[in-house]
């Protein structure tokens, strides 16, 4: 629990070692969700928290800007429109170029993007929520991200291993 963002540092290791070209390498993040001791988990989108989120992983992946930032959860202490204004503050501020959301339902991603805009205008980029063969409850944000262009990234595409599980 106390080793947040260990991850990326090892993603800023990799693109060290990386020789290639990396002008089509897309550096992505989270934020949102907190951990504390003995593995509590928690959710803060406040501004200072989600800017402090987002200064600490610039600092670890070593990049001067986030190329996909994604809000992992909604925070049931804010209104979404709250939390989708200090993404796009944190965006406006450049420290991210993309914007991404995660575990929403259509009427926030509806509602992102009419305060954020479309990937065309520089807006909402992606969505990441679950979807696989055995959870299909966000259908309606799949066809909406089909829709505006919007990348849509389903997380445990698989089912977490539980396709063959008649009790999942």
């Avoid at 799949?142 to 849509?152: H, K, Q, S, V, Y």
Wanted: some cysteine; hydrophobic content about 40%.
């Amino acid at each position: 629990w106390d080793a947040m963002g260990h991850n990326e540092r090892a993603v800023a290791d990799a693109l060290a070692a990386y020789q290639g070209d990396r002008s089509g390498v897309v550096v992505a993040t989270k934020a949102g969700i907190t951990r504390g001791e003995g593995e509590t988990w928690g959710r803060d989108s406040h501004e200072d928290a989600l800017r402090r989120a987002c200064e600490d992983s610039l600092a670890q992946l070593g990049v001067e800007v986030i190329d996909l930032y994604q809000h992992h959860r909604t925070d049931p202490t804010m209104t979404f429109a709250e939390q989708m204004a200090v993404m796009g503050r944190l965006k406006a501020d450049g420290l991210i170029l993309r914007i991404g959301l995660s575990n929403i339902d259509r009427v926030e991603l509806d509602l992102a993007v009419e305060m954020l805009g479309a990937p065309s205008e520089g807006g909402v980029v992606s969505v990441q929520n679950e979807y696989s063969p055995r959870y299909r409850r966000d259908a309606d944000v799949l066809d909406r991200c089909t829709e505006l262009g919007i990348a849509f990234l389903p997380w445990s595409p698989l089912g977490g291993g539980r396709l063959g599980d008649p009790a999942a």
